[in-house]
């Protein structure tokens, strides 16, 4: 799977995130909303892109339905929507990809109507409400792999303390499936950077 492809199902998760140079124009900021910090263990973050018409996609496990996304750009907390569909996303084959899912959502608080080009959602109760944020690009990490030919598309600091919490990165996929596209999410555990999850999208039929 090329990667102009994965760039393309993934529009508003990672097109978004590479879209703009790094001294590109000004895009338009935000409302920081306040919300409702979460208690909890620590999870496995699920990271979405959802956009200004309230559906979206998620990458990782199925959505539950309820599950609540924190939707973030640079300046912080913009909007929170809650899961109320989930369906497996599908090329029209018979196959339906079971890592990357078609999502609707409503709105908790914030708004979407005037959503910017770059936002991230991620289901986590470890975002703090007034603190988090989506990191620009200027300060993505390097690769957590070390890799050379991945690179970092998302970064997420959850806590404002300037370092990144969750990643995102593209990479072609190892041996397994050669030729193929893989994501990989990387989660802060215990003060570093660990791969929790990989979506590999010649598993989805592509």
């Known amino acids: ?13 990672l097109v978004g995130a590479l879209a703009l140079p790094a001294g590109g124009n000004p895009r338009a900021r935000g409302k920081v909303i306040r919300v409702e910090r979460q208690r909890g263990t620590a999870v496995t973050p699920r990271v979405c892109d959802v956009r200004a018409d309230k559906a979206g996609t998620c990458l990782g496990p199925q959505p539950t339905i309820g599950e609540v996304i924190t939707v973030l750009d640079e300046t912080g907390v913009i909007a929170e929507v809650r899961i109320s569909e989930a369906t497996a996303f599908s090329t029209g084959g018979s196959t339906a990809c079971q890592s990357l899912w078609n999502i609707k959502t409503e709105v908790i608080r914030g708004d979407l109507a005037s959503i910017p080009l770059r936002t991230i959602g991620v289901v986590d109760p470890e975002v703090h409400p007034r603190k988090g944020r989506m ?3 200027e300060q993505f ?22 370092t990144p919490d969750i990643v995102l990165t593209q990479a072609p996929c190892d041996q397994a499936s050669p030729g193929g596209s893989c994501i990989d999410e990387w989660a802060r555990v215990n003060g570093r950077l660990v791969k929790v ?5 010649s598993s989805c039929g592509f």
Do not use: C, H, I, Y
């Open 1 to 13: 799977m090329t990667r102009l492809v994965v760039l393309t199902l993934l529009s508003g998760l």
């Open 197 to 201: 999850q990989q979506t590999n999208f």
């Open 141 to 162: 990490p390097a690769p957590p792999s070390g890799r050379t030919d991945e690179q970092v598309v998302v970064a997420v600091d959850r806590d404002g303390d300037r």
């Open 135 to 137: 990191m620009s690009k």
